[in-house]
């Protein structure tokens, strides 16, 4: 799943646990540019935000340097911070209704406050914020994702179903007019969402999330990583700049990321992806740079996750604003290029769209579902015995 569950502290701290990032040109309002940012998956519909997390977006302009092989992207120093944090839920006078304020601080130190699962959005100058329960975004066929990994082969069925159907994730949408931005509005920007302790002393990364399934389905596999075999590699990842990694462990990445991109390669029978001398995978050092990439001088597209990445890759101009969006079947497209390659035949997971489809209107994602299924139970009774599965 696109970043639920990504990893042992994850599933300890679900409060902190990003499900998904999702970035676009506002579809209503051309020059503004929308951030979503999912938490705490398979949540109830009163769900609340943790007072001890901060959750931040991250926003960069960046610059295309090279391509074909090498594409890859030169991220500038300026940086663009938006820190959402919340207060304690609240009774409302003597009853057990509990209200939760929450604050946004922008660049430059300016703050907004909210309230949690407001209907009628917050506005302030070249803001506008919404935060609270609402339906899981997210679709995926999880048990084919499972069984590919486990037999070798593509495993997605024309019958599946999505495993997060009808389930909720609590959720932070911002719209900012591009020109809040500063320098950045009109060029390629790049973003990642973030969650990290609040309160006193030093902040420490929790998890980040960039493009979508690079932790669980590119990285998460251990078994093809010889050098690496018996590493959780996912915690981590979550503790790293995305902007900016660390020297001390980037060859285990390196690693996992070249053995797994060359497993799905294979799943075909074919060679899409073919690797260097060193045994280096071509998409690695790409994926690396972990961040959603938009292009804000073009409008919004509904189908553009990896289009700008994969035009560098072609050595073509990208055609789209790339980025994220709410409704695009972003498990299909990844498969398409890890498996067949850049202009490969499409490969479907035979889950087409979420429980309810996005709308054009903000905050773009729907009403939370009141009886929201039981996800444990619901995995217990798809995934198919391990023998079967293998």
């Avoid at 949690?116 to 339906?135: C, D, H, M, Q, Y």
């Avoid at 959720?171 to 990642?192: F, T, W, Y």
């Avoid at 035949?345 to 299924?373: C, H, K, M, W």
Wanted: charged content about 20%.
């Amino acid at each position: 799943m696109a970043d639920h569950f990504s990893g042992p502290r994850a599933i300890a701290d679900p409060a902190s646990d990003i499900c998904d990032v999702y970035a676009f040109p506002s579809p209503e309002r051309p020059g503004n540019l929308v951030l979503v940012l999912n938490v705490l998956p398979a949540s109830a519909p009163t769900a609340l935000f943790s007072d001890a997390i901060t959750h931040r977006f991250r926003v960069r302009p960046i610059t295309s340097v090279s391509e074909g092989a090498a594409a890859a992207f030169n991220v500038e120093e300026d940086e663009y911070v938006f820190d959402f944090t919340f207060d304690a839920p609240q009774k409302v006078g003597g009853t057990d209704t509990l209200v939760q304020a929450g604050t946004c601080q922008a660049p430059g130190g300016r703050k907004v406050s909210f309230q949690v699962g407001n209907e009628v959005p917050t506005e302030a100058e070249g803001l506008k914020i919404f935060a609270g329960s609402r339906l899981d975004p997210f679709f995926i066929d999880f048990v084919g994702v499972i069984a590919t990994e486990a037999t070798g082969k593509l495993a997605f069925r024309s019958d599946a179903s999505n495993v997060l159907e009808g389930l909720n994730a609590l959720s932070i949408v911002l719209e900012i007019d591009a020109a809040v931005l500063g320098p950045a509005a009109g060029s390629l920007v790049a973003i990642v969402g973030e969650t990290l302790t609040s309160g006193g002393g030093r902040p420490v990364r929790l998890e980040r999330m960039g493009r979508p399934e690079i932790k669980n389905v590119i990285m998460s596999p251990k078994k093809f990583d010889t050098v690496n075999s018996d590493l959780e590699i996912r915690d981590l990842i979550n503790e790293e700049d995305a902007f900016s990694l660390r020297p001390d462990y980037a060859s285990t990445y390196r690693a996992r990321l070249n053995a797994n991109l060359a497993f799905y390669d294979g799943l075909d029978g074919k060679t899409a992806w073919p690797l260097d001398e060193q045994g280096a995978h071509p998409l690695t050092e790409l994926l690396l740079a972990d961040f959603l990439v938009v292009d804000l001088s073009k409008p919004f597209s509904e189908d553009g996750c990896f289009e700008i990445e994969t035009a560098l890759l072609a050595g073509r101009p990208h055609t789209t604003c790339g980025g994220r969006s709410l409704n695009d079947d972003i498990v299909d497209t990844l498969y398409t290029l890890l498996v067949g390659g850049i202009d490969g035949e499409r490969i479907s997971d035979g889950v087409d769209q979420p429980t309810q489809l996005a709308t054009d209107a903000f905050p773009y994602l729907n009403a939370p579902n009141p009886t929201p299924p039981d996800l444990g139970a619901r995995l217990a009774a798809q995934m198919p015995p391990r023998e079967e599965a293998a």
